[in-house]
């Protein structure tokens, strides 16, 4: 009985230290030392699946010989006692093992020991064996009993428990490691990506990408070539995950590396990319893209599809897909010619490119959005922010709780082509008002507001330019100039006259039902606009103001 304690004492000592040490290799051979001297046994093993072949193989060993080096033994499918335990889940004690037809000679030859007497334990986590733990030769009697056998299954149980601990921690560092590779891809594949407002003098550029995974391969770029031309478009790599975004980025670094030899044929270009694609992507990767080539200089548009939907455009008027010849992705067959189309911009063009994961989104019920669906429920006389977004919630709620399947990634071009003249001269009277009123709105609409917006701003100006008239004038004609700019996204209009300064503060609007030009005061004024600011001069006055550009 006395013997039996201790044995306990021992096992207990064993696992009051299994919750300190991180060690978990040392700590599985600590506990077969400890098993192995508190048996009396000559050796304790433990054999383990291996996860390539059908063996099992000896994954750690103590020897009552300190000296003794094992050598690895592997043990194929349905030879030896080891596998006996693994398959039945069963202890087996065998007390004549120079006798037993079970033992496996080869695997107790290459062990180096003589085996007399063995005890054999699964080593189980629940209804599933992780291994088998092996004591050989009792050595101050003949064969291991019933009380050896509690023992070494208890020893078993602490093993397992070293096993799960020791895969969870593996699956831990395995999945952090994982995680900040993930994290440093979606880093290197962001630093390839444009920002996602571009505002360029002739347009003003949305993007947005949306994988579906932490990162993917669906990008974007976004290259102004000269003071006339940029170049932009979408794409979207096959595959998805790192080695998508690998090959983004090989793209969009050959997209930039070219741009500058784009000549006035974008399809040529295209054509000239598709070769050295085709030599740099490894088989069976390739790109689906679509490459806008604006030009002030003509007020044209070039569009070249490879591998994708045409885009869509609006102008103040239901979205439609531009007819476009489709043409093969790009990276799958060398010396392919690439054809663009030519299109006319108009100032307020909208033009959208969106890849499959948009139009192909599925939502709970099975069903895909359709490029049919997703154009019909586009907004119309939007600002640009405010088009985007529509677009993108229009997708998100058709998709609704469905996970995606595909990467998505959207680009909305407003094209506001060459800036207005920045100046209007002319004598202030209720006759010029209109030519005025002209003016401002073509900078209104230039610095993308919208329908309403700019009506209010083209509003407050002709309230402006009436008390400039009524008060600074006095009701006569005088001259004003209107100037107007884009300066740190602001649209900023001054109004310079050469009356008599007036304050301000006694520019008082009328009764709400008498809303004639001149009748609202400077309360528009401020409505409307972020600052408005009177510097009266020795002659006249300069008013400036400012509104935040969307």
């Known amino acids: 009985m006395t013997d039996r ?40 093993s433990i054999f383990l699946p291996s996860p390539d072949s059908d063996e099992l193989v000896l994954h750690a060993a103590s020897a009552a010989s300190e000296d003794r080096e094992f050598v690895s033994i592997r043990v194929p499918r349905g030879t030896g006692v080891a596998w006996l335990v693994f398959d039945s889940r069963q202890t087996l004690n065998i007390e004549d093992a120079l006798t037993d037809p079970r033992i496996n000679r080869a695997a107790a030859k290459a062990s180096g020991l003589v085996t007399r007497s063995m005890v054999s334990v699964p080593l189980l986590n629940g209804d599933h064996c992780l291994g088998v733990m092996q004591l050989l030769n009792a050595l101050d009697r003949p064969h291991f009993d019933q009380g050896d056998i509690e023992i070494a299954e208890a020893y078993a149980s602490l093993l ?49 990408f949306f994988p579906a995974r932490e990162i993917g391969g669906d990008f974007y770029f976004v290259h102004a070539l000269d003071a006339q031309r940029t170049l932009c478009g979408l794409g979207d790599v096959s595959g998805k995950g790192i080695p998508a975004a690998l090959t983004m980025a090989r793209a969009t670094a050959e997209i930039r590396g070219l741009s ?117 429920q ?34 909305v071009l407003l094209w506001r082509g060459p800036a207005p003249a920045p100046c209007f001269n002319c004598q202030c009277c209720l006759e010029n008002l209109a030519p005025a009123r002209a003016f401002i709105e073509e900078w209104a609409r230039f610095s993308c507001f919208d329908d309403i917006t700019a009506g209010q701003i083209v509003l407050a100006c002709d309230e402006a330019t009436t008390n400039v008239f009524r008060y600074a004038y006095g009701g006569h004609s005088g001259p004003i100039e209107f100037h107007a700019a ?17 304050d301000p503060a006694k520019i008082k609007g009328r009764d709400l039902d008498d809303l004639r030009p001149g009748g609202l005061g400077t309360v528009l004024l401020h409505n409307v606009f972020d600052t408005v600011d009177y510097a009266p001069q020795s002659r006249g006055t300069v008013l400036t103001l400012r509104k935040k550009i969307p």
């Open 260 to 376: 500058g030899k784009i000549g006035a044929d974008l399809g040529a270009w295209v054509t000239e990319l598709n070769n050295v694609l085709c030599e740099e992507l490894k088989q069976g990767r390739f790109i689906g893209m679509t490459f806008l080539l604006t030009d002030s200089a003509t007020s044209t548009l070039q569009v070249c599809t490879a591998g994708q939907n045409p885009p869509a455009c609006s102008n103040n008027s239901p979205w439609k897909p531009m007819p476009c010849r489709p043409h093969l992705p790009l990276g799958i067959m060398g010396g392919f010619t690439y054809q663009a189309e030519t299109f006319p911009l108009r100032p307020g063009d909208y033009w959208a490119l969106f890849s499959d994961g948009i139009t192909e989104a599925r939502n709970t019920a099975g069903l895909d959005l359709t490029e049919a669906v997703f154009l019909e």
């Open 160 to 208: 397992a428990s070293t096993l799960v601990r020791l895969e969870a921690e593996r699956s831990a560092v395995a999945t952090e490691r994982a995680r900040q590779e993930l994290e440093l891809a979606r880093e290197i594949q962001d630093s390839f990506l444009p920002p996602p407002v571009r505002a360029l003098p002739t347009c003003r550029i949305r993007m947005g």
């Open 486 to 502: 884009i300066e740190d996204d602001h649209l900023i209009i001054r109004l310079i006259d050469q009356g008599t300064p007036a």
């Open 5 to 44: 304690i201790a044995r306990y004492q021992a096992l207990i000592e064993v696992a009051r230290h299994m919750s300190s040490v991180m060690d978990l290799p040392a700590l599985l051979r600590s506990i077969l030392s400890n098993a192995r001297g508190v048996m009396q046994a000559e050796a304790c």
């Open 378 to 411: 586009a907004p119309v006389g939007l600002n640009p922010p405010d088009t985007f977004n529509t677009l993108v919630k229009n997708w998100k709620d058709f998709v609704g709780s469905a996970p995606p399947h595909d990467d998505a990634s959207l680009m």
